[in-house]
């Protein structure tokens, strides 16, 4: 399972597949069937993760709620990637209530509410994780949802702290922040050098769509197009289903001239989950551009983890 985990941020997947179906064949475990569910997610067979989830609490015993919760939330997590935000609240709810008090159901459920433009419930939920334990990503959400709400000044200094944590724990030897610090930077004006440093440092650290498509985008902000499009072609020969990386796709294309791909990847993120983000092509100067809206200015957008794309394509 350690090994299938590699592959799968190696991107790998069909490598991990064998891996994982191995382990179940030496013994069931509630573990190795998550991991089979997140690999079907993640190629787009959700109906057949969320199953494999089921299957994974079935597994589990009374003491391990925990655990419980920590599925139930993945369950949720399917659901809320692709709009479905009542459905995965509802999942969350059942996660807090088998594990009270459980941080990650906390995350959760303040994501929902952002997505659905509730900015009081979403910052308040935040700002009291913030302060019961410190971590960048929630200083991260606070930035964005102040930012939605147009609070440019509130949202610059919970981002310049987000980026602050990020870069100690990158200082530190940690690399599991890496992605979010290639996203923040490509937020923050000036930084998007940074932010092509950042996301060559995870790109050589673990090939895959994700990383990928992080080098492309961070490319494109910061001017370099040609590189942006070859970066983004090969994110794209994933086999991984993402609503981001064809937004991701749909900016950069439209910016090098080609409608038509641009088009056909912007139709594929609104099928993948046509809820987080309004948008709309204009034509201007014979180039097509892409402009992408939260669905509330009131709220943080779900694109915050699924489709952080929303600085102006």
Known sequence: MIQADLDVQAGDYSYAREHIVRALEQDVTWDALARLAYLEGLLGDVDEADRLYLLAQDEL???EMHAYAWVEVQRGVLDFQRGRYTAAESHYRRASKA???YWLVEERIA?????RGAFDEAAGAYARLHESQTRPEWAHAMGDLYSLRADLSSAH???LMAHAGYRVSIEDGGVHYLHALVDLCCEMPGQAEEAVRWAGMDE???SNYQTRGNLAWSLYRSGCLPEAEQWIEKALDSPAVCGRLYLQAACIFAAAGRVDA???????????NAVPAKAFLTERSSKMKIRVFPESTGGV????????VLPSC
């Open 61 to 63: 015993t009374a003491k």
């Open 99 to 101: 594990y009270s008090g």
């Open 111 to 115: 994501e929902v509410d952002g997505a």
């Open 157 to 159: 200094g919970w981002k």
């Open 204 to 206: 050589a650290l673990r």
């Open 262 to 272: 641009s088009q056909r990847y912007f139709q594929l993120a609104r099928t993948f």
């Open 301 to 308: 957008s779900p694109l915050q983890r699924s489709l952080r």
